[in-house]
């Protein structure tokens, strides 16, 4: 099962409302992001491209964004500690590493504060995402780790600050919001039409939220950034091994 594939679960997901009467159940939605997860998991170590260290690794990160969930569970305005380990992780590991990433710290926190509701399966794909964008991103670079790196991720931060909230809002929108004068979902207008309500929407509820979001994010980057990817880039090093053939007599 490949990024592409997970990926394509979520898109279904979020899509369900616009094709369908309403929103799946919680069941459904849940089970397909767990199955989905623990699929993908399942995958990754099957594989060898999440071995044990890797793993452990993962799961360290998880229990360090759960912890700081706990401490501030309502965040800064929009601002959440625990994006920074999934941008940083996703940008040193790659894309798949970095879904991984977002979606288990994102259950692991929301198992620790209490945060399980309907909107969690929308979450861990939303969160997922934030991982592998980075991920996507960290595959181009190369060399030792510098305030290039910085900028790029930075530059991330803000994309995936804004593009989490956009996308926990089409749930909430399509969900909530039906058939709200102005601005809530209509079924069968025009994509211009809807993209424009969704717009009043966003801009009317969420965009300053998810402004604190993306500059908490960036300044997490621009500060803490530089080590971080550093020390964990040490350690993928040392998780990479190549073998050589032995030479002949």
Not at 2 to 7: A, G, K
Not at 63 to 82: E, H, K, Q, Y
Not at 102 to 115: D, F, H, M, P, Q
């Amino acid at each position: 099962m490949t990024l592409v594939v997970v990926s394509l679960a979520g898109v279904v997901l979020f899509l369900w409302p616009f094709l369908a009467a309403s929103a799946p159940s919680t069941g459904a939605a849940v089970s397909l992001a767990l199955g989905t997860v623990v699929a993908f998991a399942a995958v990754e170590a099957l594989t060898r491209r999440l071995d044990s260290r890797r793993f452990a690794l993962l799961a360290a990160i998880a229990a360090l964004d759960a912890a700081l969930r706990l401490i501030l569970v309502n965040g800064i305005g929009g601002f959440s500690p625990i994006f920074f380990l999934i941008l940083v992780a996703g940008y040193v590991f790659g894309p798949s590493f970095g879904f991984l990433c977002g979606a288990i710290s994102l259950l692991a926190s929301a198992l620790v504060t209490g945060g399980i509701g309907p909107w969690l399966p929308y979450q861990v794909f939303a969160c997922g995402w934030v991982g592998a964008i980075a991920g996507v991103a960290g595959s181009y670079r190369h060399g030792a780790y510098g305030w290039r790196d910085v900028v790029m991720l930075g530059a991330v931060a803000v994309v995936t600050g804004y593009l989490y909230g956009a996308l926990l809002d089409v749930w909430d929108w399509t969900t909530f919001y039906r058939g709200a004068p102005g601005y809530g979902y209509v079924a069968g207008v025009s994509p211009g039409d809807l993209l424009q309500r969704f717009g009043r929407f966003y801009a009317a509820t969420s965009a300053w939220w998810d402004s604190f979001r993306a500059a908490g994010d960036v300044i997490a980057v621009v500060v803490l950034g530089l080590p971080f990817m550093a020390a964990l880039g040490r350690m993928r090093n040392r998780f990479t091994f190549t073998t050589k053939a032995a030479s002949a007599a």
